[in-house]
């Protein structure tokens, strides 16, 4: 259990450096684009919304955080899939500022005995906030370190009392085609929904994350709460969460309606499942340099002691 419980920086010792080295890297751009002659601090304070995003402290997790160092915030915010805004990894940060968050309800509902529609301030006191350092993996085979703030999933889910019958969950996200200039593109069937079995729902390492890096998420990233489960592929966690939904059969995914022998429901990161258009044995770390080696991934993205009993006896390749 070593790996998990080696302890992390808190998240104020952090930001300032991620701040810090985004600012840099910024300059380094602006300066390569010639715009740096005349920069004032106004045109430096541009640079990200961190300052400016109110602080969501979370006590550092030290049984679940990894030891990796963390991506840079500009990394983290800067580099992202949230096709409603655009396919390019620099489309959400361009765009998702115009969804609107607030007021934002989440309604839990199907096989419960209490549904519920709760609003923000519910769902952020409904659990302590933690801190924890995730290797949040993409199908693209490519990787980050992002300490996420949030809770268990499971806090929310114990509160609308599953039945018997509720063996999947769903997840349905946010729809707001005014703002949202990627839904015009039908590469999905909008909205976006994502599915996870019970036990995996259930599993303490499946958070419902509301900040990152201390700070409330951004709205690229998911704002004002999403979901983050670090032992499957980045496409699992979905984000902006409108509606969760307990039922007894198994969801079909926005990507497995897309691309069936591309993307399956379970999506554990296997290193020995290959993508039919890349492999997924090693992977990039984002921020690296690009004459880094690739490493090689890790079955369950490293957290095979906390995870793989719940697939024994399942043949991975098959399930995928
Ligand atoms: N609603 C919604 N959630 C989504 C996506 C999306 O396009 N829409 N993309 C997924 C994919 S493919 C990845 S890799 C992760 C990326 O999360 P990040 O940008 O915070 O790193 O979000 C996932 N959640
Ligand atoms: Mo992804």
Redesign the pocket.
């Known amino acids: 259990m070593s790996r998990f419980r080696i302890p992390q920086p808190a998240p104020s010792e952090i930001t300032p450096e991620a701040v810090w080295q985004s600012r840099r890297r910024w300059l380094g751009q602006a300066a390569a684009l010639g715009l740096v002659a005349g920069a004032t601090p106004e045109v430096l304070a541009s640079d990200g919304p961190a300052p400016s995003l109110p602080a969501l402290e979370g006590k550092p997790s030290g049984r679940y955080s990894v030891m990796d160092k963390p991506n840079a915030w500009d990394d983290?915010t800067g580099y992202?899939?949230?096709?409603?805004f655009g396919t390019d990894k620099a489309d959400?940060r361009r765009h998702a500022g115009r969804m609107v968050t607030e007021p934002w309800t989440v309604e839990v509902g199907g096989e419960v005995l209490k549904p519920r529609t709760f609003d923000l301030d519910e769902l952020r006191k409904l659990a302590p906030m933690e801190e924890r350092i995730y290797r949040?993996r993409?199908?693209e085979a490519w990787s980050?370190v992002?300490p996420w703030v949030g809770y268990p999933l499971s806090a929310l889910l114990k509160q609308v009392e599953p039945t018997g019958k509720a063996r999947y969950v769903t997840f349905e996200?946010a729809l707001q085609p005014e703002v949202m200039p990627g839904v015009k593109r039908r590469i999905i069937d909008w909205p976006?929904v994502e599915g996870l079995r019970m036990d995996e729902a259930m599993h303490p390492l499946t958070l419902l994350v509301f900040g990152v890096y201390g700070k409330i998420l951004p709205n690229?990233?998911?704002a004002p709460l999403?979901v983050a489960v670090p032992w499957k592929?980045?496409?699992k966690?979905?984000?902006?969460v409108v509606r969760i939904r307990c039922v007894e059969e198994q969801p079909v995914s926005s990507w497995m309606k897309s691309a069936p022998t591309e993307y399956g429901f379970y999506a554990n990161v296997n290193p020995n499942v290959r993508h039919p258009r890349w492999s997924q044995a090693t992977e990039r770390r984002i921020g690296e340099s690009l004459f880094a080696p690739p490493v090689r991934t890790q079955m369950f993205n490293g957290y095979g002691e906390l995870v793989a009993s719940m697939y024994a006896g399942m043949d991975l390749a098959r399930d995928f």
Request: charged letters at 10%; hydrophobic letters at 30%.
């Open positions: 983290i992202n899939n949230f096709y409603e959400p949040l993409c199908v980050m992002v996200t976006y690229q990233n998911g999403r592929y980045g496409f966690s979905a984000k902006s």
